[in-house]
C-alpha cells in the first residue's frame, strides 16, 4: 500500500503502517550519518538536556546530506541514505528518550532497536541504497543546522522535503522486520540450493 505522508505524524498513523508499505515525505526531517553526533545525541538525553532541535514525536534518518553556501543561503545540494546497522549502540536511547515516530536509513536496526520501536510505536524506513539522485528531488531547503563544528553531512541538520522517497516501511511499529521475513525466506531455501549445488558437482566430476 502507498502512503503520502504529511509530518509530524500521530501515533496512531504510524501504527497503521505495515511491512512492505511504501511512503513519500512531506515535512520536516532531521538527518545525520556522524557517530559522535549520536553519542553527542545519547549524551544529551541521558543528561536531560535539551537537543538543539525538537525531535519529540518527529522523524531522524540517517542521510549523508551535503550543504553548500550559496547566494540565496545554504542548501543542501543532495542526501543519501547510510547503513544504520552502525548506529545500533545509540538508537534504543535515541527512539525512546526522544519518542521518536520515524527513522531509518538502510540496512536496518539489530533486535535492541526494534523492541525499542515496539515500545515506543515508531517505524524504521528504508531508502534506496545510491538512490541520492531520486530522493535528492525531494530536497527543498533547509531548515537548521546544529553543531557546525562538524562536516555538513555529521551536523544534525533539519531539512524541508516535498514527495521525498519513496520508502519502504522495513520495520513496522509492530516488531514486523522485512529483513527478518526474507532471512527467514532464505534459509528455508538453503537446504534445497545445498542440494542442488551437491548434485551438480557430482554430475560434473
Known sequence: MFHPL???????????????????LDGEITVSIGLQTHQRMVQAVGDGQALPVDLRAGAFF??????RDTGDGPQPLYTNPSTSTRYN???PSLVRGLDLRLTGGKGGLDAASVQALRDTGC?????????????????????????????????LLTLRVAAFGPATVAIDAHGNSLYEQLR??????????????????????
Open 123 to 155: 517505524v524504521y524506513l528504508s531508502f534506496l541504497g545510491g538512490g541520492a539522485p531520486l530522493l535528492s528531488r525531494g530536497l527543498r531547503g533547509l531548515v537548521s543546522s546544529h553543531w557546525n563544528e562538524y562536516i555538513s553531512q555529521f551536523r
Open 89 to 91: 549502540a545509540w538508537m
Open 184 to 205: 527467514g525466506q532464505a534459509q528455508a531455501r538453503m537446504p534445497q540450493l545445498l542440494q542442488r549445488l551437491d548434485a551438480a558437482r557430482k554430475t560434473s566430476r
Open 62 to 67: 540517517h542521510l549523508s546530506t551535503c550543504v
Open 6 to 24: 504529511v509530518l509530524p505524524l500521530s501515533r496512531d498513523k504510524v501504527r497503521a503502517l505495515a511491512v512492505g508499505d511504501m511512503v513519500t
